[in-house]
């Protein structure tokens, strides 16, 4: 049943979906995707933003490849290095579908600036929760969407967790001339017994106005206090 699903998905690709600005369906028993906006831009292997809905009819949850458990109909946007999408039922699970994107925009936009896991120090880090009704993956998307809007980069990196990397974000600097900015990565479940449990590791950043280059923000630097409010802020929107 896996192989058919994934014949009928390239199939449907590549005689269905459209040229240019347009959204597309991919569908096979039992599931419907809908691709809203796929762009890549910059050297291989190419980073990607995905915009797409789907539907598992049938399911309470499905595990999606990088994302983690998510739930059975919803919607994400997000960029990847991956174009191939794997849904399942559970984490090593039976396969559901496997979706191949293709772009929708001819219009090619800069890659943003996403540090790597080794970017983030050990020592910057604190702590939250989702509420138990909620999913990560949900919430998580919503935070960072509205609080980073240039985007994140969700990815498994071992041992089941899920970390969660953001583009840099602007703070509010107490000093009029100096531009502040910060970036999280959001690991979960983190601790592992816990699976609504997440840990936050921040990058923060400064520059004068005028200056070209950017500098890490040290832990004595006045301003650490402004990046440690923002990220207490961040944590506050998974509870509400």
Same mark, same amino acid.
């Given at each position: 049943?896996?192989r058919?699903?994934i !014949?009928?998905?390239?199939?449907f690709?590549?005689l ?8 597309y ?9 809908r691709?809203?906006e796929?762009f890549?831009s910059?050297?291989e292997p ?16 499905v595990?999606?490849?990088g994302?983690g ?6 919607s994400?946007?997000?960029y990847?290095k991956?174009r ?10 039976k396969?559901?579908?496997i ?25 910057q ?6 509420p ?6 949900v ?7 509205q609080?980073?809007?240039?985007g994140?980069?969700?990815d498994?990196?071992r ?5 969660y990397?953001?583009t ?7 000093q009029?001339?100096l531009?502040?900015?910060?970036a999280v ?7 592992a017994?816990?699976p609504n449990a ?17 500098r ?10 402004s990046?440690?409010r923002?990220?207490?802020?961040v !944590? ?5």
């Amino acid at each position: 049943m896996k192989r058919a699903v994934i !014949i009928t998905l390239f199939l449907f690709t590549r005689l269905g979906a459209p040229q240019g600005d347009q959204s597309y369906e991919l569908t096979g028993p039992g599931f419907e995707i809908r691709v809203l906006e796929v762009f890549c831009s910059g050297p291989e292997p190419q980073l990607c933003f995905l915009n797409y809905s789907y539907s598992f009819p049938g399911h309470s949850h499905v595990y999606i490849e990088g994302i983690g458990q998510a739930p059975a109909i919803g919607s994400f946007r997000y960029y990847s290095k991956n174009r191939l999408l794997q849904f399942s039922e559970d984490r090593g699970g039976k396969g559901l579908a496997i979706a191949r994107f293709r772009e929708t925009s001819v219009t090619r936009g800069a890659n943003p600036e996403l540090p790597t896991f080794r970017d983030f120090p050990q020592t910057q880090s604190s702590s939250g929760s989702v509420p138990a009704d909620q999913m990560f993956s949900v919430k998580a998307q919503q935070v960072l969407n509205q609080r980073f809007p240039s985007g994140f980069d969700p990815d498994e990196v071992r041992s089941g967790v899920h970390y969660y990397i953001t583009t840099y974000a602007p703070v509010e600097s107490g000093q009029k001339n100096l531009l502040l900015q910060v970036a999280v990565m959001l690991s979960n479940p983190e601790p592992a017994e816990q699976p609504n449990a997440f840990r936050v590791r921040w990058i923060a950043r400064e520059k004068n106005r005028l200056d070209p280059d950017w500098r890490l923000l040290t832990s004595d630097s006045p301003e650490m206090g402004s990046v440690e409010r923002y990220i207490r802020e961040v !944590i506050r929107d998974f509870d509400r």
